[in-house]
């Protein structure tokens, strides 16, 4: 069974860290793209990062770049998602997702749109107190 499982989240405060991990079980990811989205209470689901296959390409939304780091290990066959600086707005489920392609665009540039990516992580709350 493909599976990713993130974990890390949690309750903190305004100003603090926190860092997301997506490991991927059943499959090896790492000849494709990943990518971190979120979901606040009432709003649709956002892009947040993402990252190419060999983590030499990055991609930020606007309201996380600077303060937010997404990487990768390919030995581990997992994702990262550095959070610093968190803000209340930052609270949100969230999610990391993979694609599964075969083509070397694909696999080379990162991508914000959710219909890109076939595997989707079951999501860790993030609370960012005031």
């Known amino acids: 069974q493909v599976q990713l499982i993130e974990s890390g989240g949690g309750l903190v405060q305004a100003g603090d860290s926190l860092r997301l991990s997506c490991e991927g079980a059943?499959?090896?990811?790492?000849?494709?793209?990943m990518g971190w989205f979120r979901q606040a209470p009432g709003k649709e689901r956002e892009f947040v990062s993402a990252i190419n296959w060999n983590g030499g390409k990055t991609l930020y939304a606007a309201s996380v770049q600077g303060r937010f780091t997404i990487s990768r290990d390919h030995a581990k066959n997992t994702m990262y998602l550095q959070m610093d600086s968190l803000k209340p707005e930052d609270t949100a489920v969230y999610y990391c997702?993979?694609?599964?392609?075969?083509?070397?665009?694909?696999?080379?540039?990162?991508?914000?749109?959710?219909?890109?990516?076939?595997?989707w992580g079951q999501g860790t709350q993030v609370t960012v107190s005031s």
């Open positions: 997702a993979a694609k599964w392609v075969e083509s070397a665009s694909g696999r080379t540039i990162p991508s914000e749109g959710a219909h890109e990516y076939s595997y």
């Open positions: 059943g499959r090896s990811f790492i000849t494709q793209g």
